[in-house]
């Protein structure tokens, strides 16, 4: 396995209470904004439970998309 796959593997993923502490939006603007392609797809960790990249939040924050 390459060092890449290892370090995507390590990545913390964060819940969606977690992602609009950093990013200052409502539940239903995130929603869109992950529907129209604005914000990145969520990681489907089980059938209720989705997660998001930090490295993908931060990347918001850096851009200054939010």
Known sequence: ????????HNERLLRL??????IPVGKSSWWAGV???????????GKR???WR???VQQIVSNGIA
Do not use: R, W
């Not at 396995?1 to 995507?8: A, D, P």
């Open 1 to 8: 396995m390459s060092h890449q796959k290892n370090k995507s």
């Open 17 to 22: 209470s977690q992602v609009l502490e950093i």
């Open 35 to 45: 529907k129209s392609g604005k914000f990145p797809q969520p990681v489907k960790l």
């Open 49 to 51: 439970t989705t997660a």
């Open 54 to 56: 930090e490295s993908e």
